[in-house]
């Protein structure tokens, strides 16, 4: 499935890139707001809070939950509690935080990639390869007629199909690459 998954992300590509209406927000740096450099100082602190920040996610998990509960939800709460309550220590790491989440992304496809054989799959398993087309056809069609008739804009019924299929890391993937 992860074939016609792959083909069907790129299918997305394609439409978003062939689609000018986009409304989607993204935030804005101004070009001499040194604040908001992505130099050796900023990644360093990106990495460092991000490192920090999933140690501790893990040691609350392992610890209070005695591992009963993933160190991913507990990570994102205190991430989103420390953005919130600290915005003048997280807000001119966006930038810099931003390349290194791009950079784990697209090491992130390139690794499940690389363990893909397209001729293994398919004379393996063709069943399942017929299944997995016919079920994100299915999964298109409707997303983008009750889009259409909810007056949703494509483009994010398009993110929206992306995250679906794909996850919250794919969904990411494609937002960012706007």
Known sequence: DNLIVAIYFGFLFYLAKSDNNSNIKTAEFKETDKKFDVGNENLSCSLA???????LGNFISKEVFKGNLSGI????????FGATLLPNVFYPLVKSSSVVGILLIHLFFSVTG???NISLVIKTAPSIVVFS??????????I??????MKLPFNQLLLASNANVGGPTTAAGFAASK
Do not use: N, R, Y
């Not at 087309?133 to 298109?140: P, R």
């Not at 983008?144 to 008739?149: D, M, Q, R, S």
């Open 49 to 55: 809070i991000g490192c920090l920040l999933t140690f």
């Open 73 to 80: 939800p507990i990570t994102t709460l205190i991430t989103v």
């Open 114 to 116: 690389a363990a893909g």
């Open 133 to 142: 087309f016919v079920q994100i056809a299915v999964h298109f069609l409707f």
């Open 144 to 149: 983008t007629k009750v889009g259409k008739i």
